[in-house]
T-cell receptor, first 117, second 114 residues
Framework: AQTVTQSQPEMSVQEAETVTLSCTYD???????LFWYKQPPSRQMILVIR??????QNATENRFSVNFQKAAKSFSLKISDSQLGDTAMYFC??????????????FGQGTTLQVKP | DAGITQSPRHKVTETGTPVTLRCHQT?????MYWYRQDPGHGLRLIHY???????DKGEVSDGYSVSRSKTEDFLLTLESATSSQTSVYFC?????????????FGPGTRLTVT
């Protein structure tokens, strides 16, 4: 079975600074996706970034980038130039791929990020 | 935004009563999912559906049942609600078939069982 662990329950960062959220996962699969989701106080789940395991290049979406270390099973999220609107809970998630894929997501426990003015 | 709604958005019910939550989509997506969100656990899959009348269990399915009689609707039923089922429930949809990463979430339903 796959597991996803986020070891930082809460973090804070000053506006305009950079912060990194950690995520580790455990799987014996070789073909999978990893995701970071953002959940602001509105409770809406918003996809931030996606990484395909077969791609060595780290995914980037504007101010958000990941450091994907497949051998170490690590998938951290870096937020550059933090903005007040980045204040939210962030979830790391794993999705197994393959012929029996059903799109099920396995989530970490979440990290609450507060951006301070 | 993907056309996905959940009803009700908030509900308070008593222990032992039946409760049904509804997820409705207008995207004609094949896959639908029910997750629950609890502090310290993130989101956990309850049940999912891969087509009309085709459903399967997730990791926390005890005490829950689901039904999908139409592509657009996926119902989650708590046959006899317990306090441990107090949670926020999210529905998600996905087109499937190579595009599972396109998974969209509904706004959530906050359920309180007293």
């Amino acid at each position: 079975a796959q597991t996803v662990t986020q070891s930082q329950p809460e973090m804070s960062v000053q506006e305009a600074e950079t912060v990194t959220l950690s995520c580790t996962y455990d799987t014996s699969e070789n073909n999978y996706y990893l995701f970071w989701y953002k959940q602001p106080p509105s409770r809406q789940m918003i996809l931030v970034i996606r990484q395909e395991a077969y791609k060595q290049q780290n995914a980037t979406e504007n101010r958000f980038s990941v450091n994907f270390q497949k051998a170490a099973k690590s998938f951290s999220l870096k937020i550059s130039d933090s903005q007040l609107g980045d204040t939210a809970m962030y979830f790391c998630a794993f999705m197994k791929l393959g012929s029996s894929n059903t799109g099920k997501l396995i989530f970490g426990q979440g990290t609450t990020l507060q951006v301070k003015p | 935004d993907a056309g996905i709604t959940q009803s009700p958005r908030h509900k308070v019910t008593e222990t032992g009563t039946p409760v049904t939550l509804r997820c409705h989509q207008t995207e004609n997506h094949r896959y639908m999912y029910w997750y629950r969100q609890d502090p310290g656990h993130g989101l956990r899959l309850i049940h999912y559906s891969y087509g009309v009348k085709d459903t399967d269990k997730g990791e926390v399915s005890d005490g829950y049942s689901v039904s999908r009689s139409k592509t657009e609707d996926f119902l989650l039923t708590l046959e006899s609600a317990t306090s441990s089922q107090t949670s926020v429930y999210f529905c998600a949809i996905s087109p499937g078939t190579g595009t599972f990463y396109e998974q969209y979430f509904g706004p959530g339903t906050r359920l309180t069982v007293t």
